[in-house]
């Protein structure tokens, strides 16, 4: 490979190690936790929402942080000490005896995690006006090769435990760190380093300028309930499928390997023809219908088989979120793009906040013992709600089916 292009690739292999660190731990997450708890499943859902709720507040707080100090201090030393430390992360994680070093880990993993801006700012340095947008979306393909993968070898790994995918993370996040150290040349010089301040630091700022769009706010909220109803797989999967139809890990993670490559193959070849048949607003009814109807189902679905033969069908409601960022990105100036971007991200990563604690809390409270209804399916079912909300809402928006 020529060596103007290995930075390339450390770039596109920080982000699938982002995304392959998420995804390898979801198949153990039950057992390990009721391995350093003594918890049952539903006791294992509560905490598993915390460390997922932990890991979203700190990439929250802190992506704007590490980006501002990208500006300052460079690309090269955040992203090589981000990867660094997370390495030292994972084999914490690896040897945590005590659901609160599970806890420090996770507070730590999503710091770590707050890098995707930097290595996208790093991408922008490197890259030609007429060869930015084909390399973000190397970006954006690395990120989705890593969410497909990573499940598929966590539970692949944890045939030889429930630490194994945690040393596997470490040891691809240092072995990335050495070849950074190796090929990685910093692209911030003074003509364009930034001072710090804090006020860029702000996590906060994007939501002061939802106010500007005022005939987005119904469109807005249609996008946040969206974005929590969906985290329903990646919160509640694992714990649902372990006590519904007693799959292993490795069962488990190639579930959630199939869906992200079916999800994949839907945002990357199905957005377009559902565009040209149906309109922005056709296309993002059509969505939610199918979200709808499959979270029902997938509440109340009899058997694992059966499920997984689903997936497909589920994953054709992946052509909404497009269509439904097309609209809003129509709905707005040219020259507001940016701030509109912006709100979408902290609506996003509000949502993530939210999703894991109030699904596995449904999850809990539907599945421990004593319980007034025993009913597994209850975080699918809360999804619902909230995915006929969406429906009603967007019906009475003002969305035109403009292709």
Known sequence: MPPARLPVLFIVLTVVID???????????????????????????????????????????????????????????VLLTSLLVMAADYVVMALAGSIWLLLAGRLIGGITAATHSTANAYMADISEPHEKAARFGLVGAGFGIGFVLGPVLGGLLAEYGTRAPFWAAGALALANAGLGALV????????????????????????????????????????????VASMVYPAIWAYFTTLRFGWTEATIGLSLGIYGLFFGLVQGFGV???M????????????????LCALIVTAFVPSGTLL?????IVALG?????????????????????ELQGVLTSANSVAMIIAPLAMTQ?????????????????????????????????????????R
């Open 184 to 227: 990685l040349r910093e692209t911030v010089t003074d003509a364009i380093r930034r001072p710090f301040r804090w006020s860029r630091a702000n996590p906060f700022g994007a939501f002061r300028s939802i106010t500007a769009f005022p005939g987005l706010r119904p469109i807005l909220a249609v996008y946040f309930l969206y974005q």
């Open 272 to 274: 377009r023809p559902a």
């Open 362 to 402: 449904s999850f809990a409270a539907f599945t421990r013992e004593g319980a007034a209804l025993y009913l597994p399916g209850a975080p699918f079912l809360l999804a619902a709600m909230l995915m006929a909300l969406c429906l009603v809402l967007f019906l009475r928006s003002s969305v035109s089916s403009e």
């Open 19 to 77: 995304a392959m660190g998420i995804g390898l731990i979801m198949p153990v997450m039950p057992a390990l936790i009721a391995e350093v708890d003594g918890a049952t499943i539903a006791q294992a859902a509560v905490w598993g929402g915390v460390l997922s709720t932990a890991f979203a507040v700190m990439q929250f707080l802190f992506a704007p942080l590490v980006g501002a100090l990208s500006d300052r201090f460079g690309r090269r030393p």
């Open 308 to 312: 997984l033969f689903l997936i497909p």
């Open 276 to 291: 040209a048949r149906l309109g922005y607003r056709g296309t993002v009814i059509f969505a939610l219908w199918v979200e």
């Open 318 to 338: 992946a052509v909404g979120l497009p269509a439904l960022q097309g609209a809003m990105s129509q709905a707005v100036a040219d020259d507001a793009q940016g």
